[in-house]
């Protein structure tokens, strides 16, 4: 018997500094992908899971031109560069065996994309951003995966502080 499940869920935090009305610096620690397994014969028993970390820092940039200040929809294209880690845990069982390993994997990626933001008053704002996740590959395969190349879209709420 086998089962495979991967999920695409993608959750984390995110900082972004605005150094004018229309460009921002950003920093941002994202779960991307994660995976497990179940291979289950006469002899072995097996298990396992693989995860990754994406830590990009980057840019957005408003391309729109005139008075930022007054806009409520405020577009944005951004892109980012940082370190990606792969974690994996795997257990075996084999007759009276039993073997458990970890491995930990890093790697450089980047993204990509664009987005809106709402501001509501100055705030508050809700935003949507779509991007692309580009990496090197690992030097060995965390769990099944060699990357975790592919599309992302997320929500954010954000509060500024002034």
């Known amino acids: 018997m086998q089962g495979d499940s991967a999920a695409s869920v993608f ?3 995110g900082y972004t500094r605005f150094l004018r009305e229309n460009l921002a610096g950003t920093f941002a620690v994202d779960g991307i992908a994660v995976s497990s397994g179940i291979n289950i014969s006469s002899t072995l028993a097996a298990t396992g899971t693989a995860a990754a970390l994406s830590i990009p820092a980057g840019i957005r940039w408003n391309p729109l031109r005139g008075d930022h200040t007054t806009q409520a929809l405020k577009p944005f294209v951004a892109v980012g560069i940082g370190p990606v880690i792969g974690i994996a845990d795997a257990s075996f069982v084999s007759g009276l065996a039993v073997s458990a ?6 790697t450089l990626g980047g993204q990509v994309g664009g ?4 501001f509501a008053g100055r705030s508050f704002s809700l935003g949507i951003t779509v991007t692309y996740n580009r990496m090197i590959n690992f030097s060995e395969p965390v769990g099944a995966w060699r990357n975790f190349n592919g599309p992302q879209a997320a929500l954010g709420i954000g509060w500024l502080l002034q």
Do not use: M, N
């Open 11 to 13: 959750g984390g935090f």
């Open 101 to 106: 390993g970890s491995t930990v994997r890093a």
């Open 115 to 118: 987005g809106i933001e709402v």
